[in-house]
């Protein structure tokens, strides 16, 4: 796609992320046209009115009718998904294939290759597997003369391009990515598991419970969710606070893009004492999905668990969160480091989460309408944006607050914190 005034239609409009992405492009600029889709008219409006943009236009319609969302595609030059569960990601991925729509997906799934576990619904064709079908879908999308660029939001996301930057500033051999969204230290004391929800806790709990591949040794490698954990003080933009971190799912793509890499592994910040929490939850089983015999019925743990502690987690009206990033490239000779730390908007009330996760995909949307992202199929952010548009994405998201800092320091001169 061409033209300075692309028209972008946003999957998701009334949830927390979609409808920070149509603020984003109502505030900033970069679409004459906003569709916003959701089920719900009167949601739709809401939205409509707390941007307060003549620019977005409301859809009321349920995705799973393929046949109303193609026509919706077909108004607009790309689309955003911003659903949070995998059934109906892919199943909008499906549908924007064959309206030769060209998306953005938040979702934390490469989906080339789906997740062997916890599917949430996905439906594989009968006679494929799981990788077989992303397969199928890449080929197809690459048919249609599309681009789904995969996974463009926080984390994934702007996690997977500044580290592909570091690796390649450095020419890395080994990688961490440590990113994290986290109540601020005074709204964490408030909150059990020092937490504050600002995106689907369901789907954070499904992190903390499945195992993880990694590249360890030159190798695919599973290891346990939020095993490999570390401490480390982040003292850099401004801040000076100790944090720990542990591994989990978050930047799958990593696995097939970067495989050169002797070793990675993704690890999800949070404050000292949340992981020691979230091992006594699983000790108890209170993290399980399989079903359970209660009084008659079958429940399983992890729901009811959700139904006790999600109102706990719910913020306050004085709770702030903040996104944290900590990436690391090493090098024979030197080493690079990417750091973040940044909140919400108090004017607008949106959370550091939807803000940094909409900035990110909007602005991604912006380079796909424009042409500056040339691959097709299914394509992972650290492979499309690069060079000069990644250059673009950081001095925007630096217009936006979200400032990273990039340091590359020699081996020699390094202290060995890893």
């Known amino acids: 796609m061409t033209g300075s005034s692309p028209s972008i239609l946003i999957f998701g409009g009334t949830g927390r992320i979609g409808s920070a992405v149509a603020w984003d492009l109502a505030r900033y600029g970069g679409a004459d046209k906003v569709g916003i889709v959701g089920r719900s008219k009167s949601s739709l409006e809401k939205i409509r009115k707390w941007i307060g943009s003549e620019n977005v236009i409301g859809h009321a319609l349920d995705i799973s009718d393929a046949r109303k969302a193609r026509a919706a595609m077909q108004e607009y030059d790309v689309g955003i998904i911003t659903l949070p569960d995998r059934r109906s990601s892919y199943r909008t991925l499906e549908t924007a294939i064959g309206a030769g729509l ?30 077989e079908y992303g397969e199928s879908l890449h080929r197809r999308a690459e048919d249609a003369g599309v681009t789904l660029l995969d996974g463009m939001g926080f984390a994934p996301g702007l996690s997977n391009v500044t580290l592909a930057q570091a690796i390649r500033q450095v020419q890395a051999e080994r990688a961490v990515a440590r990113v994290g969204g986290i109540p601020n230290r005074e709204s964490a004391a408030r909150h059990p598991l020092q ?31 939020t095993s490999g954990r570390e401490s480390f003080r982040f003292a850099e933009c401004g ?11 978050g930047m799958p793509s990593f696995l097939f893009t970067r495989n050169q890499l002797h070793s990675f592994a993704e690890k999800t910040i949070r404050w000292p004492g949340h992981w020691q929490a979230i091992d006594a939850l699983k000790d108890c089983g209170l993290l399980d999905i399989e079903p359970i015999c209660f009084c008659g019925q079958e429940l399983r743990p992890r729901d009811f668990f959700l139904k006790v502690i999600e109102p706990r987690l719910m913020p306050l009206p004085s709770d702030e969160d903040v996104c944290v990033m900590w990436n690391t490239a090493w090098g024979t000779k030197a080493r690079a480091d990417c750091y973040m730390w940044a909140g919400g908007d108090r004017q607008s009330g949106m959370s550091a989460m939807a803000r940094v996760t909409a900035s990110c995909a909007a602005l991604a949307a912006r380079q796909l309408a424009n042409g500056d992202i040339e691959e097709q199929g299914i394509v992972a952010p650290e492979d499309a944006l690069k060079g000069k548009v990644y250059a673009s994405l950081m001095q925007e998201l630096e217009k936006r607050g979200i400032a990273v800092v990039e340091k590359v320091t020699g081996i020699e001169s390094c202290d060995g914190q890893s």
């Open 102 to 131: 060209d998306v953005v997906d938040i979702l934390e799934e490469y989906h080339r290759r789906p997740d062997t576990y916890e599917r949430e619904g996905l439906e594989v064709p009968a006679g494929m597997s799981a990788e």
């Open 195 to 225: 937490y504050v929800i600002t995106w689907s806790f369901e789907h954070v709990l499904r992190e903390y419970m499945v195992d993880v591949r990694i590249i360890e040794e030159g190798s695919i490698a599973e290891v346990k969710a």
């Open 239 to 249: 801040e000076d606070e100790m944090l720990e971190c542990a591994i989990t799912p």
